[in-house]
């Protein structure tokens, strides 16, 4: 069975500092993707990494993927408050594109 | 572009009551996906689609659960009865086929079962 583990579940940070959540699988994939949850709301599309060596970015977010490790980062850069949320990543599986869900990053930046 | 739609957004049931979900994807997506999210915790695959045809159930508890997908667009999950165990969230996402693949998730029912 498939495991997807993140760390660290908990963060908290200070706005304007820099930090990086690990998302780590247990098993073959090529294709893992991030969403953001805020708090009663639905998960929302980050980033899609489709290759090993795949970097993405959007403001003050990058995700990577290193296929060999199995490992993807998303790196945090000079946290402002709008970040907080929890932070999922999930592994593709092919065929049928399941996909399989880590345990969440909850982020919490303070001011 | 309209996104994930589902209802109700909320629900409170008593233990043994029948519940139904409902949810309509994003137009032009075959498959369909049914999640659970318990508090705390990341989405667990319940049951997937492609068209009408259920091609992944093995975690849907299907003593008590049941889905269907009529038509090949909108679908409806059931429970019955509901134990206090099934209170979480439940969400739908949607995919069309393409070089990403991503997933679309609606804004999920939220289910207390009293």
């Known amino acids: 069975e498939l495991k997807v583990e993140q760390n660290p579940l908990f963060l908290s940070m200070q706005e304007g500092k820099n930090y990086t959540i690990y998302c780590n699988y247990s098993?073959?994939?090529?294709?893992l993707y991030w969403y953001r949850q805020d708090p009663g709301k639905s998960l929302e599309s980050l980033f899609v990494?489709?290759?090993?060596?795949a970097v993405k970015q959007e403001g003050r977010l990058m995700a990577s993927l290193d296929t060999k490790a199995r490992l993807s980062t998303l790196h945090i850069t000079a946290a402002v408050h709008d970040l907080s949320a929890t932070y999922f990543c999930?592994?593709?599986?092919?065929?049928?594109?399941?996909?399989?869900f880590g345990t969440g990053t909850s982020l919490t930046v303070i001011p | 572009e309209a996104g994930v739609v589902q209802s109700p957004r909320y629900k409170i049931i008593e233990k043994k009551q029948p519940v139904a979900f409902w949810c309509n994807p994003i137009?032009?997506?075959?498959?369909l996906y049914w999640y659970r999210q318990n508090l705390g915790q990341g989405p667990e695959l319940l049951i997937r689609?492609?068209?009408?045809?259920?091609?992944?159930d093995s975690q849907l508890p299907k003593d008590r659960f049941s889905a269907e997908r009529l038509k090949g667009v909108d679908s409806t999950l059931k429970i019955q009865p509901a134990e206090l165990g099934d209170s979480a969230v439940y969400l739908c996402?949607?995919?069309?086929?393409?070089?990403?693949?991503?997933?679309?998730f609606g804004p999920g029912t939220r289910l207390t079962v009293l």
């Open positions: 996402a949607s995919r069309q086929s393409g070089v990403y693949n991503e997933q679309f």
């Open positions: 098993t073959t994939s090529d294709r």
């Open positions: 990494l489709l290759s090993n060596g």
């Open positions: 999930a592994v593709d599986l092919r065929p049928g594109n399941q996909f399989y």
């Open positions: 137009s032009g997506h075959n498959t």
């Open positions: 689609y492609e068209n009408e045809e259920a091609v992944d």
